[in-house]
Nanobody, 115 residues
Framework: QVQLVESGGGLVQPGGSLRLSCAAS????????MSWYRHPPGKEREWVAW???????NYADSVKGRFTISRDNTKDTLYLQMNSLRPEDTAVYYC?????????WGQGTQVTVSS
């Protein structure tokens, strides 16, 4: 069965960096585009970034130039490098897979940006 397990969240000061990971299993990782989403407190879940099977990427305007999505198909792992973090980046971050019309989510990892 599909499993997505995020890690790497934590508490960081404004301007700091974090790298999130999403370990994938139960499907052929290299054959699927993957996304990161986030759910800020008191707001709706929002899309953050996407990476395709050819490493084509796309980003939400709010994170463009600060976040980098990447993948390692040898490790079946998705990454999100987050730099220049801001308090408004505080959220639970999720990786997402859509396969044959079914959407899969990980359990999420909390990122808190605060001084």
């Amino acid at each position: 069965q599909v499993q997505l397990v995020e890690s790497g969240g934590g508490l960081v000061q404004p301007g700091g960096s974090l790298r999130l990971s999403c370990a994938a299993s139960g499907f052929t990782f290299s054959r699927h585009g993957m996304s990161w989403y986030r759910h800020p407190p008191g707001k709706e879940r929002e899309w953050v970034a996407w990476i395709g099977i050819t490493d084509l990427t796309n980003y939400a305007d709010s994170v463009k130039g600060r976040f980098t999505i990447s993948r390692d198909n040898t490790k079946d792992t998705l990454y999100l490098q987050m730099n220049s973090l801001r308090p408004e980046d505080t959220a639970v971050y999720y990786c997402r897979l859509v396969d044959s019309g079914t959407t899969y989510w990980g359990q999420g990892t909390q990122v808190t940006v605060s001084s």
